[in-house]
């Protein structure tokens, strides 16, 4: 089945911007697939970010909608998520995951995670 | 703080049955369907149990769901060694317009 793999940088200086790639392969997001990204912390537990459809369309977490950009190449293979003015509070493990149904929480798969530290 | 209520903690011996509680609201367990994922140490978590009480296949039917009014619960009967992990339950949020998630039961075999 269609795997999931997050990369970027695994560091980012306060105020500074983090951003990550979520590649698809093994085959892609099809209809009715959405591309969510999720993060996890010791403080916060499991915490929504945001997801993307194929075709742009976007939903982003209130409580981060200002800071978040999500935006997926031509390809649908690989999807990007963008986080401005990082702060301590930002430090967490991000994954991708793939997210199926109408007001559902499935989730599956979900890529392996990326720890990223906000630190100077 | 998360927006779904679990213990922190819940623990069980080889064998026993344990049930792990997930609270919500009418805007959440009140009107969809909940979803437990497992989370071994250091990896990501796992969906384990979608739609209240169905388990994706390769999944024993040691694990099953059940919802009642605004709460969720994953029952795990004879218990096994394999079975310590986090277990986290998520449901979609008709007032944030998306998912949200429990805090997460650490579930220790004594």
């Known amino acids: 089945q269609v795997q999931l793999q997050e990369s970027g940088p695994r560091l980012v200086k306060p105020s500074g911007t983090l951003s990550l790639t979520c590649r698809v392969s093994d085959g892609s997001l099809s209809g009715g697939d959405w591309c969510n990204w999720v993060r996890q912390s010791p403080e916060k537990g499991l915490e929504w970010i945001g997801e993307?459809?194929?075709?742009?369309?976007?939903n982003y977490n209130p409580s981060l909608k200002d800071r978040v950009t999500l935006s997926v190449d031509e390809s649908n293979i690989q999807y990007s998520l963008q986080l401005r003015s990082v702060t301590a509070a930002d430090t967490a493990v991000y994954y991708c995951?793939?997210?199926?149904?109408?007001?559902?929480?499935?989730?599956?798969?979900w890529g392996q995670g990326l720890p990223v530290n906000v630190s100077s | 703080q998360s927006v779904l209520t679990q213990a922190p903690s819940a623990s069980g011996t080889p064998g026993q049955r344990v049930t792990i509680s997930c609270s919500g609201t009418?805007?959440?367990?009140?009107?969809?369907?909940v979803n437990w994922y497992q989370q071994l140490p250091g990896s990501a978590p796992k969906l384990i149990i979608y739609?209240?009480?169905q388990r994706p296949s390769g999944v024993p039917d040691r694990f099953s769901g059940s919802t009642s009014g605004t709460s969720a619960s994953l029952a795990i009967s004879g218990l096994r060694s394999e079975d310590e992990a986090d277990y986290h339950c998520a449901v979609w949020d008709d007032s944030l317009s998306g998912p949200v998630f429990g805090g997460g039961t650490q579930l220790t075999v004594l």
């Open positions: 739609s209240n009480n």
């Open positions: 993307i459809y194929h075709n742009g369309m976007t």
């Open positions: 009418s805007s959440n367990i009140g009107r969809n369907p």
């Open positions: 995951a793939r997210r199926r149904g109408y007001l559902a929480a499935y989730f599956n798969p």
